[in-house]
């Protein structure tokens, strides 16, 4: 039988999709996250207001839900694990492990056999002046956890630069170099997979990053079917590899020979995956939605060219022009305030 109401942790923008995909299936959804009427508390059933981690608030969660899922990948591993003694917890909480700390992550992509940049752990000065003159003096140096858009990290462009503080100036930290990846673009694949195994991959997006945020995620993606295919098997081991349910996305640098690069993954519905909504007949928020609770996959090919476009801080003022530009599905995120680098909402343009 299929579950009847879905907890979602996380109250953000995915937490809100998810939840309206789910309401059109018939399941009630009830949303943990501290801040009160969050996007997600907004279309949900119920809200409720606590931290990720506690305990008599996982409690509730376990008893009013039939499965839960969450919308961030920072949950704490000790929330989902304790959801998962009395509830199922899609996706898997080991795929939580495997990609809130990068070092981790970049070997399990390695495992999987499935290319990604030479890496090196990073725990002191000396350990990254070592990686770095392993690199040829460059690199991306990261923080291992807790990193996103951009945030907590530190490009070395050639082996002139000074490297002194480094370290420190990340925050002292547990921090991953990687080594520079000469790529010709960005792109990322969002999959599915059900308790049976069976799996489901939308096209890939071309991205394209501003400021370390999505701007734009274009389809089809400038790449052959060699690429496209390498994409679809590389989502298909880390997916098997996991026992993995519901949707992931895994994003990839594209090399001038049209090889594959894997950056990282997410294991969630993904801001990639956004055009889904209005180029497919089942958006990555439904395809999540019935992969979670035992309902068939629901076909992922797409029925239309594309472009979506984050609305980030101001951008929120231009709803009124989108809203009368003819192809275009407008999805806003019931944010009051529009701070810089906040993602308000997105537009879908169709193209062809
Ligand atoms: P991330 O936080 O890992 O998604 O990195 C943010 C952005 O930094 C990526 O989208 C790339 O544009 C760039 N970047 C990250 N890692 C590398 C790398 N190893 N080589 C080249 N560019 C990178």
């Known amino acids: 039988m299929s579950a009847k109401t879905i907890g979602i942790i996380g109250g953000g923008q995915l937490g809100r999709m998810l939840a309206m995909a789910a309401a059109r299936l018939n399941f009630r959804t009830v949303v943990l996250e501290p801040q009160a009427d969050c996007p997600a508390a907004q279309v949900a059933n119920a809200q409720i207001v606590a931290a990720y981690d506690d305990a008599e608030a996982l409690a509730e969660l376990a008893r009013l839900s039939d499965v839960v899922t969450y919308e961030f990948e920072n949950v704490p591993v000790s929330a ?23 070092l981790v992550e970049k070997s399990f992509i390695r495992d999987c056999a499935i290319p990604t940049a030479d890496f090196a752990a990073v725990d002191s000065q000396a350990d990254l002046e ?5 690199f040829g003096g460059v690199g991306v140096l990261k923080t ?76 089809p993606a400038r790449i052959g079917e060699a690429t496209a295919d390498q994409a679809r098997r590389a989502a298909r081991a880390i997916l098997d590899s996991l026992s993995y349910v519901g949707v992931i996305g895994v994003e990839f640098f594209v090399l001038p020979d049209g090889g594959l690069v894997a950056n990282e993954i997410a294991p969630r519905v993904h801001n990639s995956g956004h055009w889904t909504e209005a180029a497919c007949i089942v958006s990555q928020f439904e395809q999540h939605i019935r992969a979670v609770s035992g309902h068939p996959l629901g076909d992922p090919r797409r029925h239309s060219d594309c472009v979506m476009q984050n609305l980030i801080g101001d951008d929120i003022d231009d709803v009124p022009a989108w809203l009368e530009t003819p192809d275009v599905l407008v999805h806003l995120y019931g944010k009051t305030e529009a701070r810089p680098g906040r993602k308000m909402g997105h537009v879908t343009r169709l193209t062809g």
């Not at 989902?80 to 990068?102: G, K, N």
């Not at 070592?130 to 392993?134: F, H, I, N, S, V």
């Open 80 to 102: 989902a694990a304790m959801l998962a003694q009395s509830v199922p917890v899609y996706p898997p909480p080991r795929a939580l492990e495997v990609s809130q700390d990068r």
């Open 130 to 134: 070592a990686a770095l003159d392993r």
């Open 144 to 219: 291992r956890r807790l990193g996103y858009d951009g945030k907590g990290q530190r490009l070395f462009r050639s082996p002139a630069e000074s490297r002194e503080g480094a370290f420190e100036a990340l925050g002292g930290v547990p921090l991953i170099l990687e080594s520079l990846v000469p790529f010709e673009r960005e792109i990322s694949i969002i999959a599915a997979r059900d308790a049976n195994g069976t799996i489901a991959c939308y096209d890939p997006a071309e991205n394209v990053h501003r400021n370390g945020i999505l701007h734009t995620s274009t389809l």
